[in-house]
């Protein structure tokens, strides 16, 4: 017997009432309440810290970074600094190093083969020599799950970064061997530790004429990594507007790894007069003598990198990453023109394989550059012609060599087809810890007046790029020919490049007639990276229902048509 129309649309419409009603208990699955990892597999929440709200904590405060301890069972300390357990059966951590290394060299040249696995020449080898090697792993698996593969081997907490796919550790022999074996880990680099660059500077790159024009770098901030900078010294008075600490060994202010905020910044307790000669060269302002920096009214952000390690101030990879990451959270809140690295490691003679063993930095200084924050490395003080120390022989980095007040190449400047200029760098007065000036040499002195001419352009300039800026500063440069090599390199002169660049409008003087802004209405918003997906309504299918319903009433009226 044939089923009325009239039950037909009834029995319908139960079941999609029944389906509504379902669905309304079901609610929408929220990535962001899940933990679900946000892009490049890390913790949403940690990376939208708000940095000056951090910055505000009380000085020598801790603040949580949320180091990720791992799940290895019953900790037992082997090495210092690394923790799990070694009673695992055949496990790495149980046989002679060496055998170690022959079975580590083995998984290397397997892994290489089969996925273009990377990792730093001599890390094996190194490993052998100390029993433990600290180490940053590229593209990491989401956060908690690296120390699935440690369990039962020595490794150290895991820091993962916030903005690019690294993490860094300290691992033994068969924590080694599990991040070789793991597909999805792509490369492991050393975190090797970097060393200061030490081996009228002002007039002779025109900062005095750009100073005459009205740019010395107001309303511009230059971020400083490097052994903290002594905030008392009259020439920077009032101007450090935020200051940061990251070092591995525990050597922050406050007795641990990290502290932000007010006091973060000043020098370490080792040898740490650094960071206070190379601020002078770009910021300082001597109101009552003869010296100032290039950029004597810009703000400066002072970020401590360095450990006591080995009885010597080094500052490890993982640390300055984390250093350049925080330069990263604060270009919403300050106008960060450049960072300056005055520091440096193994050299380097070609961009493509310091790019290549250097992949972590990289990645953090591209999204820097992104941003039109600069970073500014010194070359290194080992007088090679032909090299140039890491991270300045990173592509994207503005590597800077050194020259004498005469104009000539410094001997000891680390030199190369790929620096990108020469600055003044030998026998320079600048700022020192406790007050007053000292003569400094090295090109760790060269890349602050880079630096601070940096902020003296994006003053004037605050919309051009990295690379039109740079562009500006190599062509108006004063050409130096290297004699060791033959190659000429552009001397850093600021006032022809911010006249190649044309000055900014006066916007008090600008024509009436100049062109109104947009209306906010007719103005699409920028795309984003990764946009966001429309609300989702916990409804789920309610509104699919009505749909059904209205169509199965407009089937029912034309079959009674």
């Known amino acids: 017997m044939p089923v009325p129309n009239r039950i037909r649309v009834i029995l ?12 309304v208990g079901i609610p929408s699955v929220d990535p962001a309440s899940t933990g679900t990892p946000g892009p490049l597999g890390f913790d949403p929440d940690f990376a939208a810290l708000d940095p000056q709200a951090i910055s505000a904590a009380p000085s020598g405060q801790r603040v949580s970074t949320r180091l990720e301890t791992g799940s290895a069972a019953s900790p037992k300390t082997v090495q210092p600094g690394l923790r799990g357990s070694s009673d695992a059966p055949h496990s790495l951590d149980t046989v002679p190093l060496r055998t170690a290394a022959e079975t580590l060299e083995g998984a290397i040249r397997q892994a290489q083969a089969e996925r273009g696995f990377r990792i730093s020449p001599g890390l094996v080898d190194r490993l052998v020599e100390q029993g433990n090697i600290q180490v940053i792993v590229s593209q990491p698996t989401p956060q908690g799950h690296l120390e699935d593969r440690l369990v039962q081997t020595r490794h150290s907490p895991t820091q993962y970064f916030r903005y690019i796919p690294f993490a860094a550790l300290e691992v033994g022999p068969q924590a080694l061997l599990n991040l070789i074996d793991s597909a999805d880990v792509h490369g492991i680099e050393e975190d090797r530790t970097h060393r200061p660059s030490l081996a009228t500077s002002v007039a002779l790159v025109s900062g005095d004429i750009a100073h005459e024009e009205g740019f010395d770098g107001t309303n511009q901030a230059v971020a400083i990594l490097d052994t903290g900078i002594d905030s008392n010294h009259p020439a920077f008075a009032g101007r450090i507007i935020d200051e940061a600490c990251f070092s591995r060994l525990g050597h922050c202010p406050n007795g641990e790894s990290v502290q932000l905020g007010p006091g973060a910044g000043v020098p370490c307790d080792f040898n740490c007069a650094h960071g206070t000669l190379v601020a002078g060269a770009a910021l300082a302002l ?9 950029a004597p009214d810009a ?12 009885g010597q101030a080094a500052a490890f990879m993982s640390d300055i990453i984390s250093g350049l990451e925080h330069v990263y959270a604060l270009r919403d809140f300050h106008n960060i023109a450049a960072v300056n690295l005055s520091l440096g490691g193994e050299s380097f003679s070609s961009e493509e394989s310091c790019d290549q063993s250097n992949a972590a930095r990289k990645a953090i200084i591209d999204l820097l550059r992104d941003e039109n924050i600069a970073a500014i490395v010194a070359s290194g003080n080992d007088g090679h012609s032909d090299r140039i120390s890491e991270p300045a022989c990173i592509s994207s980095a503005i590597a800077v060599g050194a020259t004498t007040k005469t104009d000539s190449v410094s001997g000891f400047s680390n030199a190369a087809s790929f620096l990108a200029l020469l600055a003044p760098g030998q026998q320079i007065r600048t700022t020192r810890i406790g007050g007053g000036f000292s003569l400094t040499s090295g090109t760790s002195i060269a890349a602050p007046h880079v630096a601070g001419a940096w902020a003296t352009i994006r003053e004037a300039h605050p919309d051009r790029s990295v690379s039109e800026i740079l562009f500006a500063l190599q062509s108006s440069g004063e ?9 000429t390199f552009p001397r850093l002169d600021v006032a022809p490049a911010l006249k190649a660049l044309g000055y900014a409008e006066d916007p008090d003087t600008s024509s009436d007639e100049a062109e109104s802004p947009p209306d906010p209405e007719e103005t699409s918003p920028p795309p984003t990276a990764n946009p966001s997906p429309p609300p989702q309504d916990r409804c789920g299918l309610i509104g699919l229902e009505v749909l059904f319903a209205a169509w199965a009433v407009r089937f029912r009226r034309k079959k009674q048509i």
Request: glycine share 10%; aromatic share 8%; no cysteine.
């Open 286 to 294: 001597d109101s009552e003598g003869p010296h100032s920096g290039v």
């Open 299 to 310: 703000g400066m952000i002072s970020i401590m990198v360095f450990s006591d390690y080995q």
């Open 479 to 487: 050409p130096l020919i290297d004699s060791r090599n033959a190659l």
């Open 12 to 23: 319908l419409g139960l079941f999609l009432t029944t389906l509504a009603v379902v669905s």
